[in-house]
């Protein structure tokens, strides 16, 4: 079975930039920075999942992170590595 993930991360409808790669043994024929979002094995989806909880700090209680723009990279093992340059922490205005 394959799975397709669609992202979207934005704060006020200011949109974060998606940038895709892969390993460069991952290529091939005419294949693209970023086919591999398509058609991902379970494992590959979790590994962004978890990419993107530590990421954000999604399991935080005092605050969660919005990036202008998210790197996703396909390792040789399949692996997903989510990375940002630009986060910024958000405090959580919880009751």
């Avoid at 979790?46 to 969660?64: K, M, R, W």
């Avoid at 919005?66 to 910024?88: A, E, G, M, R």
Wanted: net charge negative; proline share 2%; aromatic share 14%.
């Amino acid at each position: 079975m394959f799975y397709h993930l669609r992202l979207s991360h934005h704060i006020n409808q200011s949109y974060a930039t998606f940038n895709y790669s892969k390993d460069a043994d991952l290529y091939y024929g005419g294949s693209g920075d970023s086919d591999w979002q398509y058609a991902m094995k379970r494992s590959m989806v979790e590994s962004v999942l978890t990419g993107f909880y530590a990421l954000l700090d999604l399991t935080s209680t005092t605050h969660v992170k919005y990036c202008l723009t998210i790197n996703l990279h396909l390792n040789l093992d399949y692996s997903v590595d989510v990375t940002s340059p630009d986060c910024t922490a958000i405090a959580l205005d919880l009751p």
